[in-house]
């Protein structure tokens, strides 16, 4: 059977520890006579992070895990990852809630279906899904945000959208997810003489 992309991350075990490492690109210049600084914002923002799974002491499991790894072929392959400190929104997150307006691109979006006048639909730092074709992106909120009594709302959020989601496509909130793949290629894993497998993965928001 062929191999196809994104791969999902093996069940068993879950992550012990996940760093994030969240990448804007800004330039900055500082001027060596008054230390002031200027800077330009560019377009670029992307998730990074370094997983570290618990030692893996199933013999099944540490098969899986290192085929999972062996089928990425390095920076080749891609999969599909939450945040596995995700627990649901701590707003209010009631309504259906879809993306309002075609066309929607940088730090802001549009959205409505959201229960009408509700204060506290979502809260800084919850997390939302955006789909743009078949491809999910995880964006997380920046402000605390209310619902107007037509249950809209605009949202301030990062990573800023660079491709658009059709209009009416759903909010995401149970379980958003973002593509990534390895910049540093088939990670290191090492097994002992019992062969128990412990590994850390270094991984980066895979874009097209």
Not at 94 to 123: E, N, R, Y
Request: aromatic share 6%; glycine share 10%.
């Amino acid at each position: 059977m062929t191999i196809t992309y994104p791969l999902t991350l093996p069940a068993s075990p879950g992550v012990q520890a996940i760093r994030w490492r969240p990448m804007s690109s800004v330039a900055v210049a500082v001027s060596p006579f008054t230390q002031q600084r200027q800077t330009q914002r560019n377009q670029g923002q992307v998730w990074q992070a370094d997983i570290t799974l618990p030692p893996i002491r199933s013999r099944a499991v540490v098969g899986e895990w290192i085929a999972f790894l062996l089928s990425l072929n390095g920076a080749e392959g891609f999969f599909k990852m939450g945040d596995p400190d995700n627990f649901g929104p701590q707003g209010v997150a009631t309504g259906s809630p879809v993306v309002s307006g075609a066309s929607q691109i940088g730090g802001v979006l549009v959205t409505s279906g959201w229960t009408a006048s509700t204060t506290g639909i979502l809260k800084a730092g919850d997390r939302i899904g955006l789909t743009s074709g078949s491809v999910m992106r995880l964006h997380k909120v920046l402000k605390d945000v209310d619902s107007d009594g037509s249950g809209n709302a605009t949202l301030d959020i990062w990573p800023r959208v660079v491709s658009s989601p059709a209009n009416g496509s759903p909010v995401e909130l149970a379980n958003p997810t973002s593509l990534f793949w390895l910049p540093d290629g088939i990670p290191q894993h090492d097994i002992d003489r019992l062969g128990h497998m412990t590994v850390t993965l270094n991984c980066m928001e895979h874009l097209t």
